[in-house]
């Protein structure tokens, strides 16, 4: 215990004097936890349109009013060239094309239908997809209303009409920040945790004071202990900081208990430190832990499922996703955070965790070295 | 006289793969001596040393510490023994007493012991101002003095010191000689591995690594007879001018 005493001081005094360790644990949550969400932002905004009238009739000009109103799409040029309009998506100043027929308005008043051409520029699939599926229901509401003009007793309407209210659970109003802060949280803590970990035993190493701690009679588990109980502590604090970022700033107050959100957190830092750890004994100096974390952190973040959402990964990545300590957090985090689940809900989660803790600490412990 | 060897080793061995860093080395060291481990650079001079200290386990061969076994009782033999590393060792961002107390802690010695040894150490090297003071603003020199006095702090039987003077001026080898001098004065047994010549003199016994091989081991007096040479320089040159290793 006195040995633990002597190492929990020695790394203490070291981490509050490094002047880059502090600004990383203060601006690092802030600025993520501030930028991030708005960027991350799904909802598609800002879809620049071309429309090509060969119309010119007042039916057109009220579909193009109707589609420039919707807030979604900036009319980029208005023009009665296809290959105009192409050229602007050539030269992507243009996501979509809305080619309007000449006749269109004729059509639609004669024969009761009409056509109109889409094209999107899939080089931003997700752009094209969503802005595609904007358009589409713009039109067809359109569509309704054209024929509500002309039936003006909608009970001898010939045709049905279903109409889908939804109502979003656990995140009303689809604020998408809401889905995101708990995420960035998340990687916040796993970035500090590995990241922190991993560099301050290797640079133990590249310095080659290791070497004079390994000739002392240390037990290996206090000098471990010594290293994984400051960054532990570090992260947690990270949590809090960010938690109160996340209130301040979005107004997210978590549906669960804090309660929930701090034990599963206090085991998830035991794991990620683990892999620090493990990291670092792989590892002789700190580009080598730099590389080897980084490589590893964007496997994690890309398969947590923070951005993308893991029901939707092919099965083999969803299996990837399940050897992923951050999709297991990211998960439990959004649960608590917008549904309130309770520690009996995440009970799983916590067992898994447990077992990562375990076993990556155990591999670090084991393949840590005081003898080559 | 068998009683008082601190150090065995016999026949001791260490390869990297194909590499023999250390070929059958067999030597003894004795309580209270300063024993001085030469050899020119990659000659396994440090990897010896690393050897003994629990640092890198032996390929083969046998040898004790304190009494101790080097495959089995290393962490009996870290006990009893000090290691000052080619490398600096001491923390950088640590002020010199911090890293004395953390040092001393570490051995499992007493608040009262540290206190009194750090006060002893800093008034004996006329650093008291300098105590309170980060490491990484001190001369080279004082931190190699510093480094060596806290090598000894808990008061191992045995010390191990690794080129401890490289790169040091010689007004301050000299001083750093005066405190090995006064160790070995203690009792403390000295191992230590230099390049220079003059400190080879210094030395009550000589041991000359080439290519992973002592090559000789005697009295400075006794291997200048030997090789009829006027100085530790001129043996030195004769048997290291034998190596056909390359420098790693």
Known sequence: MRTLKFLLQKEFRQIFRDPAILRLIFIMPVIQLLVLPWAADYEMKNINLSVIDHDHSGYSQKLISKITSSGYFILNDYSNSFDKSLGEIEHDCSDLILEIPANFEQDLVKEDKAKLFMAMNAINGVKANLGGAYLNTIIQDYNREVRMEWIQLPRFSPETQIEVTSSNWFNPLMNYKYFMVPGILVILLTMVGSNLTAINIVKEKEIGTIEQINVTPIKKYHFILG????????????????????????????????????????????????????????????????????????????????????????????????????????NVMRMVVLKGSSLSDIKEQIFIMIGFAVILNGWAIFSYRKRS | MSNDKVITAEQLTKRFGHFTAVDHISFDVHKGEIFGFLGAN???????????????????????????????????????????????????????????????????????????????????????????????????????????????????????????????????????????????????????????????????RVSIMVDGRIDALDTPAQLKKTYEAKSMDEVFLKLARKATRIEI
């Open chain 1, 227 to 330: 290293k994984l109980i400051p960054f532990w502590i570090l992260g947690l604090f990270v949590l809090t900081l960010g938690l109160i970022i996340a209130r301040l700033a979005y107004g997210i107050i978590p549906a669960g208990s804090f309660f929930t959100i701090y034990v599963f957190a206090a085991i998830y830092l035991l794991a990620i430190l683990g892999l620090g750890l493990l990291i670092s004994t792989y590892s002789v100096n700190q580009q080598q832990a730099m590389l080897l974390s980084f490589f590893v952190m964007m496997i994690f973040i890309l398969l947590g499922g923070l951005y993308t959402s893991i029901d939707s990964m092919p099965e083999w990545a969803q299996t990837i996703t399940k050897f992923n300590p951050v999709s297991y957090f990211i």
């Open chain 2, 42 to 204: 990659g000659a396994g001079k440090t990897t010896a040393m690393r050897m003994l200290c629990g640092l890198s386990m032996p390929t083969s061969g046998k040898a004790t510490v304190a009494g101790f076994d080097v495959y089995k009782e290393t962490e009996k033999i870290k006990r009893n023994i000090g290691y000052m590393s080619q490398k600096f060792s001491l923390y950088d961002d640590l002020t010199v007493k911090e890293n004395m107390k953390f040092y001393g802690g570490i051995y499992g010695m007493s608040d009262k012991f540290i206190k009194e040894k750090t006060g002893y150490i800093l008034n004996h090297l006329h650093l008291e101002s300098e105590g309170d003071k980060l490491v990484k603003s001190l001369p080279l020199g004082w931190k190699q003095k510093l480094a060596f006095s806290v090598a000894i702090f808990h008061e191992p039987g045995i010390v191990f010191l690794d080129e401890p003077t490289g790169g040091v001026d010689p007004v301050t080898r000299r001083e750093f000689w005066n405190m090995i001098y006064q160790a070995s004065d203690n009792g403390i047994t000295i191992f230590v591995t230099t390049h220079y010549m003059d400190e080879a003199e210094y030395c009550n």
